[in-house]
């Protein structure tokens, strides 16, 4: 629960900041690669939340194992 | 993408900061991992390393001269188009967010065990996120500048870390040398080759914001290798001769136990606290270097004006990515032992081959160099206010 | 202005304190801690400083400057979670001093006992760890010590300094120990510490009532560990041999006999010991060079005069006499014993690591006791103090 509480308060701070220059500015890409990353951000907190089993991000890098080299 | 958005550093601060992400998390982990290999030989597995590592210098600073003036990702761009540089592109970012996923696990880990043993390792992480955060909103040339104020700290704190141990190093812990032949000195040395000197390869994405000539970019990169591996050198001498092969594989973090031991005339004790600060530090730069990479790669991969607004997303995944990611310590660390060092040389040592390689073919220099004039005619580079 | 403000007040948040902090009085400074084994479980005593009854201003309410807690568990963590019910607080470990060990425990294996101080980020590894040899480990912790209030303060400072001044003990910290244990080439020592006197009236007060305290502790011989288990104890002469030997002795004192219970005394100075192994044909022998230095300190022999120069090369052949009997004796009861306590294996393995590569399985058992040994002592005697010859009145010469 607290995940998710911390994603919305961090994006309701990043918004504050940085909206108003974006919305001045008109810069389509710039507010959408925005609300991309900040809502994937909150989803990924949501799993979290939720306790969806989500892979871990390094457990990737165990495909390049020659299994110690 | 305005290059100046981020600020433009000297190559002084250039090569601090390739001093400290070379040191990085590697002061933490490393001697643990080094003396479970080579033992009592983890010198030479250093000095192996050290070899090797400056030849991936060489191969950095020429690979940073012919991305005349662009990253390391808007190079890729350039030369392999959208979608095969843009590929190209992915792959370094994923390795730069997974990086930075990892030294926050890190630090947390180093500070739960060894300091804060209650504190839930998610405080530690937030807290070290907001920093990051605030340093990447602030631009490129405050944290160039923090680094370089550091550095002196650093360094005076490392040669009192040094020189109070001195008394209590053996050297007759170096002995026997090379008792049991090449191969643990070698599984010892790749992964010091790779923690230290492949995952510096983040430096290259700095390029477009050097002050200076490509000489000078050159002789940055190599000088801050050299110094980073001096570092790190002594501290894995330390640990040999101070703590001993035994102490240094059993104990998680070896340099921690080695700040410990400092005991001058009975009074000075117990400054392990303030030595924790070094490695923080160099924890920090290496964070706050790969999460400015990733920033601006991904901004030059969307096109952005302003990349600095993705910092605060940015930060937000990271902390998810945290969360999620936290394993035991021992999958971690051998995870960190094995696996890791090989996916190293997959991103950070082949990939950029490959893109030094590609670089070099006319048609790409052509196009790079007209890249570069098209930018220059928008922004004139101007010199650091 | 108000983001100034505002990270003013960030810093300022931080700097009040973190997560983990816990305040001085809310801590139990726990200062020695001893592990009995009684009906299958650990009993482990901590002692814990008073700090009314140390502070040098307030006055003392004839309490014992520390208290014990008790507690039995499977697991020493255990043990420290159940006294919880007791304390009013949850105690801390980075004043460890001292870590007894009884006897039984040793002999069934210390890694275990141990592994939860290791473990733990509190715990520093400056303590000295001592066996109790017949009395439990936990009446160490109890008694009364005269000078110093704190007891196991006392004891610790016995120890180191009877490892720097009187040979036969040896101050192990968890450092050393955890170090000779995991090394195969040298076997770990322990000091061996007992109870003297009149045991009942050992953690009262009143035995410290008048000049002779009732019962008082003292470190006696060395335990001789193989692996972590305790396989035997060394006596006095043994002791100093093996301070001798692995070049821990820094000063002691050799009695060299005259005539009818008369001795001159010798303090030593200065010890410097190099063990030089040989490999031929496939066997090893070993080169032992004790090199020492003392002075005369003390003379009873009318027979000995210190200010003829000829009399010194006999003292100091007598001298080495004794250090190369004590130093035998060590060596044979290692030998005789299986266990390398001296460290041969370290210096054979620093010199011919591939051959020892070969022969550090049996190396306890069968290699080192087959081990052929020869010494080189060599003894200086420098000075006799600030007088030349003593005042008896029956001395020659002088």
Redesign the interface.
């Known amino acids: 629960m607290y995940a998710v509480l911390v994603g919305i308060i961090w994006l309701g701070i990043a918004a504050a900041l940085d909206m108003p220059a974006m919305l001045k500015q008109k810069s389509k890409k710039d507010l959408s690669a925005f609300v991309v990353f900040g809502l994937a951000g909150l989803m990924l907190h949501a799993a979290h939340g939720f306790r969806l089993p989500f892979p871990s991000p390094l457990e990737f890098v165990r495909f390049f194992a020659i299994g110690g080299k | 993408m305005d290059k100046l958005s981020n600020g433009v550093i000297t190559t002084r601060q250039f090569r601090i900061i390739i001093v400290f992400s070379l040191i990085g998390d590697t002061i933490l982990i490393l001697p643990n991992i080094i003396g479970t290999e080579a033992g009592d030989d983890a010198w030479l597995s250093m000095l192996l390393a050290i070899g090797a590592g400056m030849l991936v210098a060489w191969l950095f600073a020429s690979l940073a001269k012919r991305q005349a003036g662009h990253s390391l990702v808007g190079s890729a761009l350039i030369m392999a188009g959208k979608w095969a540089g843009g590929f190209i592109s992915f792959v370094y970012m ?1 390795s730069f ?2 990086m930075i ?2 030294l926050l696990v890190e630090i947390s880990l180093f500070m739960e ?8 390792p998610e ?1 530690i992480i ?2 070290f996120v907001i920093v990051l955060t605030a340093s990447l ?1 602030y631009g490129l040339e405050s944290f160039a500048k923090m680094s370089e104020l550091l550095f002196p700290i650093f360094l005076l704190m490392f040669l009192f870390l040094s020189f109070c141990l001195l008394p209590q190093a053996q050297l ?1 812990e170096l ?2 040398i090379a ?1 049991n032949g090449i191969m643990p000195i070698l ?1 010892g040395a ?1 992964p010091a080759f790779g923690f230290a000197f492949m995952e510096t390869a983040a430096i290259l994405m700095l390029v477009p914001n050097l002050q200076g000539d490509a000489k000078a970019m050159s002789k940055a990169i190599r000088n801050g290798f050299l110094i980073g591996s001096s570092f790190l050198l002594v501290v894995v001498f330390m640990c040999i001769m101070v703590l ?1 092969p ?2 240094m594989s ?1 104990q998680y973090y070896p340099t921690f ?1 080695l700040a ?2 400092i ?1 001058i005339g009975n009074f000075l004790e ?1 400054v392990e606290a303030l030595l924790a600060f070094l490695w923080i530090v160099t924890v920090f730069s290496k964070a706050a270097l790969f999460a400015y990479a990733l920033m601006k790669g ?1 901004g030059e991969m ?5 990349d600095k ?2 910092a ?6 990271l ?3 945290t ?3 936290t ?1 035991n310590i021992a999958n971690y660390n051998m ?1 960190l ?7 190293d040389v ?1 991103v950070y040592l082949s990939l950029p081959f490959i893109q030094f390689l590609l670089l070099g073919l006319p048609a790409v220099r052509k196009k790079l160099a007209k890249s570069r004039e098209e930018r220059e005619k928008h922004e004139p580079i101007s010199e650091m206010d | 202005m108000l983001r100034r403000i505002a990270l003013v007040l960030l810093c300022l948040a931080m700097l009040s304190g973190c997560w983990s902090r816990r305040e001085l009085n809310d801590l139990l400074i726990v200062l020695g801690i001893a592990v009995d084994w009684q009906d299958g479980k650990y009993l482990v005593s901590y002692q814990v400083v008073n700090p009314n009854e140390i502070a040098t201003k307030s006055n003392s309410t004839y309490r014992a400057p520390g208290i014990l807690y008790q507690e039995a568990g499977n697991t020493l963590f255990e043990a420290s979670r159940a006294l919880t019910t007791r304390a009013p607080r949850l105690l801390y470990y980075g004043h460890l001093q001292l870590f007894v060990v009884s006897e039984e425990i040793a002999r069934r294996g210390l890694s275990g006992v141990v592994d939860s101080t290791l473990r733990n980020n509190e715990a520093r590894m400056d303590y000295n760890v001592v066996v109790a040899r017949g009395v439990n480990a936990e009446d160490i912790l109890k008694l009364y010590t005269p000078l110093e209030k704190l007891p196991t303060y006392s004891m610790q400072q016995s120890l180191q300094r009877s490892e720097k001044e009187w040979a036969p003990s040896v101050a192990v910290n968890m450092d050393k120990m955890l170090h000779l244990i995991k090394s195969d080439g040298q076997q770990l020592v322990l000091t061996g510490i007992v109870i003297k006197g009149d045991r009942k009236k050992a953690d009262k007060r009143t035995n410290l009532d008048g000049f002779d305290p009732a019962a008082y502790y003292q470190y006696r011989g060395l335990g001789a560990f193989k692996g972590d288990r305790l396989i035997g104890w060394l006596n006095q002469k043994e002791s100093k041999g093996y301070s001798d030997l692995t070049d821990i002795m820094g000063s002691t004192s050799l009695e060299l006999p005259c005539e009818d219970k008369h001795y001159t005394g010798i303090e030593i100075t200065a010890s410097k010991t190099k063990i030089v192994p040989k490999l031929k044909d496939g066997k090893l022998s070993y080169k032992i060079k004790l090199i020492t230095t003392g002075d005369v300190v003390e003379n009873s022999c009318n027979s000995v005069n210190l200010v003829d120069p000829s009399v010194f090369p006999k003292l100091e052949q007598k001298a080495t006499e004794i250090i190369k009997e004590n130093a035998e004796a060590a060596m044979k009861w290692a030998q005789d014993n299986h266990t390398d306590i001296v460290g041969l294996g370290i210096w054979t393995k620093r010199k011919y690591p591939k051959h020892w590569k070969g022969i550090t399985e049996q190396w306890d058992d069968v290699g080192f006791p087959a081990a052929e040994v020869s010494y080189e002592v060599k003894m200086k005697i420098n000075t006799t103090g600030t007088i030349g010859n003593s005042i008896s009145p029956d001395q020659k010469g002088g």
């Not at chain 2, 605060?312 to 995944?317: G, H, R, S």
């Open positions: 994923y967010f997974i996923l990892t065990t060894q300091m804060m043993h209650d504190t839930p405080a937030l807290l909103r007759h002995l026997p008792s599984k790749f001993g035994e102490m059993a136990l410990r031991r005991s117990r991904i969307i096109g952005l004006r302003d607004i993705l605060m997303p940015l930060a937000l995944m902390l998810a990515g969360v999620i990611n394993p995870l032992t094995y696996y890791y060092p090989v996916y997959y």
